[in-house]
């Protein structure tokens, strides 16, 4: 009988919740509980703070192989690549060494400070990025962005928590989805705006500021629309609780000395409590980053490669792209992988699960990535058709493994440690893309020095070490490395 009452107070607790006045954690947790659908305005703050905080990033691959050539610095044109990717990898090296931090102030103070600060990050010294008139300026105000700009890991975590369980992976598809426009996006803006003199001599003229700092158009871009946001972002709501316990049920202590419950803790008291484990030693998170690192390794080593293959010179191996020539097919990109994350993706990951659909584009892209030389022997209109697919291809499979990756992290971790555990993944994946664009932009040079080999000669070296790369990482997808928490 005192069984029955048990197990019936504890279904009436599970249904009936109480929540916290002065709460913000509280009051987004009553929101879900009363409404079945997902906020569309939620997802618009989601989408938007992201593509900010990811803009940045690569928006300067289409033009710093011009700008570091204007620094003049490089002694021949094949090392200019490699001063390319030191200037790329400063940003995530900057962001390597303080994700982690950034994770722990979002736990304790919130979601939305780390956010709006990481914003008005972006306005700031990308700003000052696009007037930069040496190779050192441009290294530490990409680092500075990097290291202050910590949102992209606590937004991963707001993603989970301002949706039902049921809606988290369209939230962290959102997520995934502003990253990977803003990826292509971002370089797209700067093949199109840097060096608007020479473009839009009607607009620009000569001998004028434009003139003067000819890549600062597409950062100033940047930064208006980052400013915007900062002011957007004023109407995010905030999700973490404010309290010990995030939810209590209604008249707890009275129900449980109904049910003999102040006994049952007397029978209880000599148990000693269970010590909290390590957030280190939750290996299906643990696994989890380890993937996403050897995979993130490889993205933006082949964001950095692609767009410098693409505007060297055709004796070189590469395609004699101009700016505005990758702008385009980066464009491109963009809208196919906006239509494949709010369309096609839930559906395919509802139906394959993360893991296996991150492995099999994983394997799908290596023949893919591969081919990239061959498309030397095209020219004009068929040359941007095969390049162009071939590079929706790629990023849909880069968006497709990051965001099934993604849910498993948010997945592995509770609230409370949410922010740490993105926090955690930033940092290592940081460390790895912090070597991605330098490592990208050497092999590139090594690999155009190479013309005559016959092994692999000139630029299918390259690839060829990418396509390694990812090998390794869908190696990692298999069990018993990777692990899924139940």
Known sequence: MEEGIRESLLEKKKKEEVYYENCPGCKVDKEK????????????????????????????FPFVYFMVKDFEIAEREEDISSYA?????AFMLGRALTSILWGMVSDRYGRKPVIVFGVITVVIFNTLFGLSTNLWMAIAMRFLLGSLNGLLGPIKAYATEICREEHQAIGLSTVVAAWGVGLVVGPALGGYLAQPVEKYPNIFPKNSFWDKFPYFLPCFIISVFAFVVAIACIWLPETLHNHKDNIKSVDEDDESLEAGGSSNEAENDDIPPKKKRSIFQNWPLISSVIVYCVFSLHDIAYQEVFSL??????????????????????????????????SLYPIIQKACGPVTLARLTGVLSIPLVQSYPFMTMFSGFTLYVVISIASILKNVATETIATGLFILQNRAVEQHERGAANGIAMTAMSAFKTIGPAAGGALLTWSQKRLDASFLPGTHMVFFILNVVEGVGVLLTLKPFLSVKK
């Open 85 to 89: 990717g030191y200037v790329g990898s």
């Open 309 to 342: 293959w693409a505007v060297s010179p055709r004796r070189l191996g590469g395609l004699n792209f101009t700016t505005d020539n990758v702008g385009t097919v980066l464009a491109i990109s963009g809208i196919a992988i906006i239509i494949y994350q709010l």
């Open 33 to 60: 509980h009363l409404r079945s659908d997902i906020s569309i305005l939620n997802l618009l703050y989601i989408w938007l703070a992201v593509l900010c905080g990811t803009l940045p990033v690569c928006s300067l």
